[in-house]
């Protein structure tokens, strides 16, 4: 293979004239696809818990709100809905509201167009999931809680929800995971996350395989941290004898 390595490219200043190097630019992308995962995976958490308590709930509106909601953001492609959010959602909302949206600096209407379309997106896979553990526990759980004189909504809170979360552990780091890959979409609005910046770095510096060796290795090491924190909470919540710990 006639192809000229050259590792040292990554410490020279960037072409742009910007302070840093080709290897900061990595570092930076690394750090905004840190940040949307996160962000993205919370946002999804709660709403994914919301819409599938929903759906287990005994009140038709409700149930058909979460089932509408899952039909729509589960069959349409992410890439869709990145354009939805960035094109489309701003002209529909209140004049005041989509004008501060535009008026944002691009970094931060990109990152929270970002943080919604990964965030809703994922949390109509979570819905699914938290309503697959709720319906999973035994009947008699929510009837001993009635019986004790808890309210619904107290039962769900301190019966249903405590045992729900504990059991879908593992399909939530799927699910973080996933986000993690998934924010690579980003960069089709305009976000430079880790692979937007390393296909600016390609453009620069016709290296491609150096950019991307290191770019797997930070989606490697991202995953890493993500995979270990979920198995911290995991072990700081499980329970002897339940399903999932």
């Known amino acids: 293979m006639d192809y000229k390595w050259n590792w040292g490219v990554l410490l020279q200043p960037v072409a742009t004239g910007e302070p840093t190097t080709y290897l900061g630019w990595l570092a930076t992308g690394f750090a905004n696809t840190a940040a ?15 819409f599938g308590i929903m759906r287990t709930l005994p009140n038709r ?9 899952v ?14 959010w ?8 209140p004049v005041s509201i989509g004008d501060w949206i535009k008026n944002l600096s691009p970094y931060k209407q990109f990152f929270v167009v970002s943080v919604f379309s990964l965030g809703i ?17 035994p009947r008699g759980q929510r009837n001993a809680g009635l019986a004790l004189g808890f309210t ?9 929800l405590p045992v ?21 979409v980003a960069s089709t609005i305009g976000l430079l996350e880790l692979s937007g910046q390393a296909r600016q770095l390609v453009d620069y510096t016709a290296q491609p395989y ?36």
Not at 227 to 243: C, E, Q, Y
């Open 86 to 93: 960035y094109f489309v959602v701003p002209e529909l909302l």
């Open 36 to 50: 949307l995962t996160a962000a993205a995976w919370v946002l999804a958490v709660v709403v994914g818990s919301a």
């Open 71 to 84: 039909s729509v953001f589960r069959n349409v492609p992410l890439i869709v809905q990145f354009f939805i």
């Open 164 to 184: 729900t979360f504990r059991t879908i552990i593992p399909p939530l780091t799927s699910e973080f995971l996933i986000i993690s890959k998934n924010s690579a």
């Open 152 to 160: 619904l909504g107290q039962t769900y809170r301190y019966i249903l």
């Open 121 to 137: 997106y994922t949390g109509s896979r979570i819905c699914e999931q938290v309503r697959a553990g709720i319906q999973s526990l």
């Open 210 to 245: 150096e950019s991307f060796i290191c770019v797997t290795l930070a989606y490697m090491g991202l995953n890493f941290l993500i995979i270990r924190f979920m198995a911290w909470i995991r072990s700081r919540t499980s329970v002897p004898g339940l399903m999932g710990s």
């Open 61 to 69: 509106f409700l149930n058909a709100l979460g089932t509408a909601y």
